[in-house]
């Protein structure tokens, strides 16, 4: 025995008095960590992922979960974590996977400023008495309006204007593929897109023939792979997304195990059922913005100049220079991804220490844009680690005309962030392409959940416009005088061009 037994990450027990025997947990738990042995229910806690499925259906409450009952000697440099991943790398020799976006002790922004509050000589509004905007349209604005009075008196626009997004509300759902999820999960974000006037996007998956009817209200991306890229999907999009890079893991691709790529998927995909699906991390005609520029325009052509063209990269060090190149493209609106988005599966070391967050990334390129002209050429979408209203406004006030939910919108359908997506056991039925669990997911009460959900956060972002004195949430875009940081250091509010908390 070189290395051993590690300490349990979490300790389960079953109260015998309450417990009644009933077998839901059995029955519930996809990880195998209940079990029968003879009259009672054996317990295996090493398989625990905290996903609380067995928690959520036990009847009598008889479950008790606890988070590292025994624990390493203590070290701030050697942690759990660090010697656990040696561990495991020493017994497999392979890269370590994880879900869900960055989970390492880094400083939440968003959590260290504060929005502003108007009072006496600058008198609040009242949501309930005085309307409030929220109708956001994404695309590109024109510089100028050429207009011309006709001869009856009417007023003709004779700028021609580039087709826009209408959102009844700034928070659109995030790109996440049949196959990263299951199709009953995609179906409630498309319903809940629907009911909430607003958009979700298809992932780099395709999209499934079920998902046809929610079309009007779906975003098509193309990916480094190009899976299930044709006319008739790039037709059927309100919009269409260039997947560049993801917040999760910047600068590499993606991959599907094969155990995943069901007939579904594989149809929808374009795919061999069984086969792994490789994105690879360039896209093999992008070495250039000028090749990116090509890559908008062909899909622009395509689809005859109807639908607005999005880009999607990842928030790293240069990302207001990539947003630059892409402005001056035909492209319509650049998506940022910050580090804290989330993924259904990704090495580690990229999920945990490359790229940086949202916060930094949407306020230098809006800074960019503004100091070259050119922020009205195109619109900003942030996301990664957006958990609230307060997180989509003060993103709006760095310089964002809108936001990507993902890991929040699966939350609202039961998701535990227990980050273990990439194994396709979710026990919730989202991400998972096993039936008997997808089977768990009632698409229509998760559709009214993530549809409260985005109702609850923008009826919140109408009382923080009041409170701001502030009737249109295109006048709080880019408005930093509306935030102030607090805890933050002198370098970071520079690059958020904030003021201090009693400036």
Known sequence: MMIGSLPPRYRVTIDPVRCMECGRCIENCSYGVFSRDGDRIFVNPRNCTACHRCIACCPRDAILLEEQPCDYRSHPLWTREAREAIYNQARTGKIILAGMGNALDYPVIFDRLVLDACQVTNPSLDPLREPIELVTHLGKRPVRLDLRRKDSGDVELRTRLTPNLRLETPVMIGHMSYGAISLNAQMALARAAKEAGTYMGTG????????????????????????????DYLERGAAIEIKIGQGAKPGIGGHLPGEKVCDGISRTRMIPEGCDAISPAPHHDIYSIEDLAQLVRGLKEATEWKKPVFVKIAAVHNAAAIAAGIARSPADAVVIDGFRGGTGAAPKVFRDHVGIPIEAAVASVDAKLRSLGIRNEISIIASGGIRGSADVAKAIALGADAVYIGTAALVAMGCRVCGNCYRGLCPWGIATQRQDLVDRLDPDEAARHVANLIHAWTLELSELLGAAGINSIESLRGNRDRLRGYMLDEGLMEVLDVKSVGA
């Open 204 to 231: 780099e998956g395709g999209l499934h023939s079920a998902l046809h009817p929610y079309q009007d209200r779906m975003i098509v991306q193309v990916a480094s792979g190009r899976f299930g890229v044709e006319i």
